[in-house]
């Protein structure tokens, strides 16, 4: 028996709306933890299967508590004594798709895309504008056949010519037989030993070069600061040098 978690979409406007575009809201979170506490305490392996663009960022997702939400499921996830496999089948969107993806091995589509932010709120944020998210797609790289490179995915599933949509049956085929093999790995494994592996293979995620020189002027290609700091400065000192005084600059 298997524990089976994952995000709905929809395949039309009117699905895509009552499903909320698959961006869950915390009780979401919290009904995927209850599953896999249940999945722990009967000894069932998890598989979860992620599709969303985040999760819902909306106020009255902030007021039911979503980072605590997803913050827990982060937190028991690590410390699961089953195994847990984890597939992309369409998008990840940061910690909406991580929320349920910290697993032991990660699977993905080989058309899924896997980000932290979406190329055009990357875009938005550091070069102002939607434009440039081509760009912003080819720092991230968010594709399978990079994320393998990068030690974030651990295996790629083919997809049928034209796509997992144009043949379900025979992309459910592959994704069974990928998840079984792993499946089958992890099983010989000690419940301390996949915890163990699990909680490394995450840390080990990112690279860093210590003791090599860099330049040390910041460069950046972003769209310049729109305010004028000159004016605003010269503002701010008259406003100091007001008899009821104003703003300190320290210079």
């Not at 896999?36 to 998890?46: C, L, T, V």
């Not at 496999?85 to 929320?99: F, N, Q, Y």
């Not at 102002?128 to 912003?136: G, L």
């Not at 995620?205 to 004028?228: F, L, S």
Request: with cysteine; proline share 5%.
């Amino acid at each position: 028996s298997f524990m089976f978690i994952g995000h709905q979409k929809g395949r039309n406007t009117k699905e895509n709306i009552y499903r909320n575009f698959a961006m869950p809201q915390p009780n979401g979170y919290r009904k995927a933890l209850r599953m896999m506490q249940h999945a722990e305490h009967h000894g069932f392996p998890i598989l979860t299967f992620i599709d969303t663009p985040g999760a819902y960022a909306g106020i009255e997702a902030e007021e039911r508590g979503q980072g605590e939400a997803i913050a827990r499921n982060l937190r028991d996830m690590f410390g699961f004594n089953v195994p847990i496999i984890t597939t992309v089948i369409g998008e990840g969107g940061s910690g909406g798709a991580l929320a349920i993806g910290c697993c032991d091995k990660m699977l993905m589509l080989e058309n899924a895309v896997y980000y932290v932010a979406s190329p055009e709120a990357c875009a938005a944020i550091l070069w102002k504008s939607s434009s440039a998210a081509p760009q912003a797609t080819e720092a991230l790289r968010i594709t399978a056949h990079e994320l393998v490179k990068l030690n974030v995915v651990d295996e790629i599933i083919s997809e049928p010519l034209g796509g997992a949509h144009s043949d379900p049956e025979a992309t459910s085929k592959n994704i069974k037989n990928a998840i079984l093999r792993h499946m089958n790995e992890l099983l010989k494994l000690e419940p301390e030993t996949r915890i163990t592996k699990r909680i490394a293979k995450f840390r080990s995620m990112g690279a860093v070069q210590e003791g090599v020189e860099v330049d040390p002027y910041i460069k950046r290609n972003m769209k310049p600061r729109d305010a004028d700091l000159a004016a605003a400065a010269a503002a701010a000192n008259s406003a100091d040098a007001a008899p009821h005084g104003g703003l300190l600059l320290l210079e």
